[in-house]
């Protein structure tokens, strides 16, 4: 029997402009005291509709209630009721913990009485008790994220809108906040709806709503959609050195939708419940995998639309190098800020060609030493050398023969895509006739040419990407860093921008990333995990999953030997 509504969506259309369609005779219901996903592509109309269930949007037809009111005629009083944190959650940075709390509280009016309890619930619930009176600017991305929730529900509300409050936060603060919702649904009857891009978080979910193109692809638990996927999904097992070309290989069969590097191989999802006939090597295995949302999700919009034609990325022949040449080197590294010491004595090499990833929770040096090794920090102790270059004695030169792509586009919104590409390549001294030639080579490669008179600002967050690494890749860099470059994007954007990774390691470019995505770090030849300013472990993902395996898991994922690896050094420091 179907729970009773706290959100009742019927045949809502909204557009923007005459044009822009975000939603299309939209229907669902969201049940009370649950906890509900709403998961879909970029553009798909996640944002729209939890700005019209927030009464900050009107519907251009149709109705919403929310707890038996109209978001139309009974705003004021529907918003009393819930509790909205936006993409950009407001925190005010040079307040502390304290006074973002008592800002909330005086906005939601709840009584100077019934604050200390309030607030010493919150605050245990979220870790941050100890750190009322740090300044909110000075938290880790986690812990801010934290901060928000806790704001966004000091009012007590029945209705909690979050709208992807998981980008860019490591996997333990992740499951902090989980249970932190399920424990505000358990005690006391908290309705959530919460759009994500990560689609192993909306398997958390009690239900999910899929959305594409502003209409409802289905809605239910995350296990009818799995169901749906028997038979089409399966674990091709190869060896680590082929499965960057074997993941390649496979995309390019007709029958096969989706192939993504996973574990000890390749997952794949085929067109029809059939296992086409493939001609591998003997000593490549496949075998049934167990379907998840994911597999559903990206198999069901590639069944929607014709597979694109991709044009490959392909750059200049690499300069000759030996294989085993080491394009990073970093020996005894450290920063300090005053005091602090953000990084403390690390040391690793990464060969050419090799795919390197920087992993750690928020607050753990990586984005540090990842600035350091740009040239955009200087280093206070130790040696870093990137392709050859001293780095503390030429920083200039090492930038030179890098490119660099960070966390949040550093894209000009206001120029147009060309205006980018013409801005970057004048700051990689690129001289005519070059300029004209790279400057098409990035419009053609990253099919950006129908968007060429389009401002950065108003691309989809995957167009955005595309952009920012077409400008990263300017002037053929020998390195390539990038910062968090999937945050919050779609697994279709997701799956499209590291088959361009993969294809710029075959031609040795080598590439440092740091992520918070531990599917994605499967894509890695290595790995460091790193926690206050060390590293815990470096290693291939195999071995890395290794420091989890115990007899009740055998198989452990990344994911989970990432929070065993920082939750042992918690337990250890604490």
Request: charged residues 25%; hydrophobic residues 40%; positive net charge.
């Amino acid at each position: 029997m179907r729970a009773e509504p706290a959100v009742h969506i019927q045949g809502v259309h909204k557009s923007f402009g005459g044009s822009c369609t975000a939603l299309e005779n939209f229907s669902a219901v969201l049940a009370k005291s649950a906890v509900t996903g709403l998961v879909g592509p970029d553009g798909a109309g996640k944002t729209t509709l939890i700005r019209l269930i927030a009464g900050l949007l009107e519907p251009d037809r149709g109705r919403i209630q929310v707890f038996d009111l109209d978001t139309t005629t009974d705003t004021s009083r529907i918003q009393r009721q819930l509790g909205y944190m936006p993409q950009r959650f407001g925190l005010y940075e040079d307040m502390t913990v304290e006074e973002n709390l008592d800002l909330y509280a005086d906005l939601q009016g709840l009584e100077r009485e019934a604050r200390k309890d309030r607030y010493r619930a919150l605050l245990q619930m979220t870790g941050l008790a100890p750190f009322t009176r740090r300044l909110a600017g000075h938290l880790s991305g986690g812990m801010k994220q934290k901060l928000g929730l806790a704001c966004v529900l000091v009012g007590n509300p029945r209705l909690l809108l979050l709208d992807e409050p998981t980008v860019g936060v490591d996997p333990v603060s992740r499951r902090e906040l989980w249970q932190i919702l399920y424990s505000q649904v358990r005690s006391g009857g908290l309705t959530v709806l919460l759009s994500t891009a990560y689609l192993d978080e909306a398997e958390r979910c009690q239900e999910v709503i899929l959305i594409h193109r502003g209409r409802p692809m289905g809605q239910g638990p995350p296990d009818d959609f799995r169901r749906r996927m028997e038979g089409r999904v399966y674990q091709v097992r190869a060896p680590a050195s082929l499965r960057r070309r074997l993941q390649k290989n496979l995309y390019a069969v007709p029958e096969i939708v989706d192939s993504v590097v996973q574990a000890e191989g390749v997952r794949i999802i085929t067109r029809t419940p059939a296992l086409p006939t493939l001609e591998i090597p003997a000593l490549i295995d496949i075998s049934p995998a167990t379907p998840n949302l994911e597999d559903y999700f990206v198999g069901t919009l590639a069944q929607l639309s014709p597979r694109p034609e991709k044009r490959a990325l392909t750059l200049p022949a690499r300069r000759a190098a030996g294989k085993d040449e080491p394009v990073i080197v970093v020996e005894h590294l450290k920063r300090r800020f005053g005091n602090f010491y953000a990084v403390k004595d690390i040391s690793f090499e990464v060969g050419r060609g090799e795919v390197f990833g920087l992993l750690g929770a928020n607050g753990a040096g990586k984005t540090t030493t990842f600035r350091m090794l740009c040239g955009l920090l200087p280093v206070s102790e130790g040696k870093a050398r990137v392709a050859g270059v001293d780095l503390r004695r030429a920083p200039a030169k090492a930038r030179a023969r890098l490119g660099y792509m960070a966390q949040k586009f550093s894209l000009y919104g206001q120029l147009s895509v060309e205006e980018n590409l013409t801005f970057f390549s004048g700051v990689y001294g690129l001289k005519r006739p070059v300029r004209k030639q790279r400057l098409d080579w990035a419009l053609n490669t990253f099919d950006l040419t129908p968007f060429v008179a389009h401002k950065a600002v108003d691309l989809p967050l995957g167009y955005k990407q595309r952009l920012a690494m077409a400008c990263a890749l300017l002037h053929q860099p020998d390195i390539l860093f990038l910062d968090e470059p999937t945050s919050g994007v779609d697994p279709l954007a997701r799956r499209e921008f590291w088959r361009r990774i993969n294809a710029l390691a075959e031609q040795k470019v080598t590439v440092m990333v740091t992520t918070h995505f531990m599917e994605e770090a499967e894509y890695c030849d290595r790995l460091v995990i790193m926690q206050a300013g060390t590293i815990l472990a470096e290693g291939t993902p195999a071995e890395i999953r290794r420091h989890a395996e115990t007899a009740d898991n055998p198989t452990p994922t990344l994911e989970d030997a990432f929070i065993r690896l920082i939750g042992a050094t918690v337990q250890t420091s604490s």
